[in-house]
């Protein structure tokens, strides 16, 4: 391992500005901007890894990132309803491939708690007996949408939570951020282990459907489907979807154009990941 004084004398000027910057003596460094400038040289020097690279700036970034700006909109988050079944809130659970849920009540405004999917296997495996979502609701945390990513991951690390309800300035739930939300602004994208690693941007997955990346460009996706679209304002399958729909889309909704029926399969509160696709068979109902 090189020692700090063998990698300050190989670095001209390097040694001074860490020492400027913590020692805590009278010129530390004067802002953000100085410190990813400092980055940035380190980087173009080869003194950092460009995956080293982009955390240390995504580090600097949660302290000035809100809530509002990573949160699953309200729209696309996937709730449990108090007085639902214990059948019904199996399949939700078991559809959304999520391990963490807010709890809405009867009005649908509210958020009465949040449900673990653990709890729930946890009940199962003492009792085959359904359970009662009320003996397993634990509080939900409420954050607004102004407060800071790096102070939201403070109150996770203290709170041992990992969803957070966030709320507007008039107190009505306006979305929700998890722990990973905010993990991912530092170290980037985190697959989820339920989705399917796809080697190949077009895959059959059955008879007659197929698994498509959304990043797929739309001359791949005609060639192989001996399609004909055209891709005037968007260049990928996702485009497309987007374009059709003018929204965009949750998980498991569907778009039928062009004789050919698309199906969310993956996704985020950012972009679409995959989609099934099948031909639709003339006279299909839709």
Known sequence: MTDDSSFTASQPG????????FSGGDN??????????????????????????????GVLKVSETHVR???????????????????????AIVDSGHSRFPVIGADRDEVVGTLLAKDVLRHYRDTDVGFRLDDLLRPAMFVPESKRLNALLKEFRESHQHLAVVVD??????????IEDVLE???????????PQATEPIQEIEKGKFSVLAETRIEEFNKHFRARFEHEGYDTVGGLILHELGHLPRRGEQLEFGGFLF???RGDRRRIHAVEVSRKRPGAAA
Do not use: N
């Open 14 to 21: 390097l040694g001074s500005w860490l020492s400027k910057l």
């Open 28 to 57: 530390p460094a004067e802002s953000r901007d100085e410190i990813l400038r400092f980055l940035s040289e380190c980087h173009a020097r080869g003194l950092l890894h460009a995956d080293e690279y982009r955390m240390l700036q």
């Open 69 to 91: 700006d990573i949160m699953v909109p309200r729209a696309h988050m996937v709730v449990l309803r108090q007085g639902d079944s214990p059948e019904d809130l199996l399949k």
């Open 169 to 178: 300035e008039y107190g009505g739930v306006s979305g929700l951020a998890t």
């Open 185 to 195: 602004q530092i170290v980037g994208e985190i697959d989820d282990e339920h989705d």
């Open 263 to 265: 199906k969310v399969i």
